[in-house]
């Protein structure tokens, strides 16, 4: 099982985990839940108690991901398959990501 916790302007939002390669599930940190203020991460993800399960990844979380070559060079360089998209999320934990969404892990 692998864990990324996700961010939204630096305050935790809530946690993606993989179970095994076809179960997902993202869950609301209830802090976050609870604040009215707060928004959701995703139109595709609003704000709920229960979580979300899929059996892939869903595709807001793989849109944070690099394409191309930059893919190709940044799995390389950390030695991540090209078709662990888990793997690939871990890799991309701590920098920059499209909007002001940041994924984290702790080590």
């Known amino acids: 099982m692998r864990t990324v916790d996700v961010y939204l302007d630096n305050r935790l939002a809530g ?3 993989e179970r095994n390669r076809d179960d997902y599930e993202f869950v609301y940190n209830a802090q976050y839940l609870t604040d009215p203020k707060t928004p959701a991460i995703a139109l595709s993800l609003p704000k709920r ?3 979300y399960r ?3 990844i869903f595709p807001f979380f793989t849109n944070l991901l690099p394409e191309g070559s930059n893919r190709r060079a940044m799995c390389a360089n950390f030695k991540v398959d090209d078709n662990d998209f888990f793997g690939m999320l871990e890799m991309i934990c701590g920098m920059d990501c499209i909007g002001n969404v940041t994924l984290r892990k702790e080590e």
Do not use: A
């Open 15 to 17: 946690q993606l985990t």
């Open 54 to 56: 899929s059996n892939r």
């Open 49 to 51: 108690e229960e979580p």
